[in-house]
């Protein structure tokens, strides 16, 4: 049985520990948001429990589904084994539909469609506040190999594909979305990290209403049953 050791990172959001086997850690979902570079603080009730349920399902339906995940196994209300990986300071983000910082850097309407989805890179960095990166950038600068860059691009347009349909089916427009891979002591490579309404602009369907963690970010109110309905709404159950 996998038993959890001492804490080898506490970030924004979770608490990384290692175990009693070297292959695997424990993610620790708290119930802190941050946003804006952690310049906006608070806490939403009940966030750490509702994030691992979610980010638990959604992994497990990506797997299989053919993408490779860290995820190992949920092991109660805030904790999940996952596979212990050097994560790739880069990250993901897809788009399906204007919003967010890409409606502010075009001067775009949010809600805007797109043709095609858009994927951007980001250098994952606090103290650079995120900037953004070319898709060239992680070869360059020594991060990841080109066969790296073409793994991880492969990958997020399956997980794209697959996510679409996955909230769709459930009534929720999947606007857009952050992903972090990583790689094992052998050098394959996980999707990473969490799939949660922190890291995914989720807006329901008909109504439009924002059901993630724009809710926090612009003083929406409603943070908590936002991510309780889209709780429901993926996993049937709270
Ligand atoms: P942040 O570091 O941005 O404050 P979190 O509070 O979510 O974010 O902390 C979780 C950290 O764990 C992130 O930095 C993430 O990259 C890292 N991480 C996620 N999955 C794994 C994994 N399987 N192995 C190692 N690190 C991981
Ligand atoms: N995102 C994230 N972590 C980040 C930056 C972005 O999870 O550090 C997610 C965010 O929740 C949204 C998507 O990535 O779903 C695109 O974010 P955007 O670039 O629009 O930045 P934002 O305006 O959210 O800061």
Redesign the pocket.
């Known amino acids: 049985m996998l038993t959890r050791k001492e804490k080898i990172?506490?970030?924004?959001?979770?608490i990384?520990y290692k175990t009693n086997d070297p292959m695997y850690?424990i993610?620790y979902f708290?119930d802190d948001a941050t946003a804006f570079n952690a310049k906006k603080k608070g806490t939403i009730v009940n966030k750490g429990i509702l994030n691992n349920q979610m980010s638990s399902f959604i992994f497990q339906f990506l797997e299989k589904n053919g993408v490779k995940t860290?995820f190992k196994e949920k092991l109660n209300d805030r904790e999940m084994a996952?596979?212990?990986?050097?994560?790739f300071p880069v990250e993901v983000v897809v788009r399906n539909c204007v919003a967010g910082s890409l409606a502010k850097r075009l001067g775009l309407e949010e809600g805007m469609a797109l043709q095609q989805p858009i994927l951007e890179f980001f250098y994952?960095s606090?103290p650079l506040d995120d900037p953004m990166i070319s898709e060239t950038a992680p070869v360059a600068l020594g991060w990841m190999t080109q066969k790296e860059v073409e793994y991880v691009n492969q990958e997020v347009w399956k997980v794209n594909k697959l996510m679409t349909q996955f909230f769709d089916e459930r009534g929720i427009d999947l606007i857009d979305y952050k992903l972090?891979f990583?790689k094992d002591a052998q050098g394959n490579i996980?999707l990473?990290?969490?799939i949660s309404p922190d890291g995914c602009r989720l807006w329901e369907k008909g109504t439009g209403e924002k059901l993630d963690k724009d809710r926090f970010r612009r003083d929406l109110g409603k943070v908590e049953e936002s991510y309780e309905k889209v709780c429901r709404l993926i996993c049937g159950t709270l």
Do not use: P, S
Not at 82 to 87: D, E, M, T
């Open positions: 990172y506490e970030g924004k959001a979770k990384l850690l993610q708290k860290h996952v596979r212990a990986l050097k994560i994952k606090d972090e990583g996980f990473a990290d969490e």
